[in-house]
Nanobody, 115 residues
Framework: QVQLVESGGGLVQPGGSLTLVCVTSGLTFNRSEINWYRQPPGKEREFVATVSKSGDSTPYADSVKGLFTISRDNAGDTVILQMNSLKPEYTAVYYC????????WGQGTQVTVSS
């Protein structure tokens, strides 16, 4: 059974940083491309970033390019999203999932950017 557990969210001031962690289980992790998504309040879930199986390809949504960094640890079945220069419009619940065939969604982790 696949499980996706996101953590690391919280309340941060504009311009601050957070590191989100996605711990997976039940996947053939090193064969899975992983995405981060976010769902702002009252809006649809949207794509944030992808990390390829090897970690050497990391496309991002235009809104976060140069600010966020996605990476993976294949030994730990974990994906990291380092978020810098956070803006209030990045307030959302952040989720991870496989890129091509989404698995059951985890609970997500709430990120609130506010002064």
């Amino acid at each position: 059974q696949v499980q996706l557990v996101e953590s690391g969210g919280g309340l941060v001031q504009p311009g601050g940083s957070l590191t989100l962690v996605c711990v997976t289980s039940g996947l053939t992790f090193n064969r899975s491309e992983i995405n981060w998504y976010r769902q702002p309040p009252g809006k649809e879930r949207e794509f944030v970033a992808t990390v390829s199986k090897s970690g050497d390809s990391t496309p991002y949504a235009d809104s976060v390019k140069g600010l966020f960094t996605i990476s993976r640890d294949n030994a730990g079945d974990t994906v990291i999203l380092q978020m810098n220069s956070l803006k209030p419009e990045y307030t959302a619940v952040y989720y991870c999932n496989t890129r091509w065939v989404p698995k059951p969604w985890g609970q997500g982790t709430q990120v609130t950017v506010s002064s």
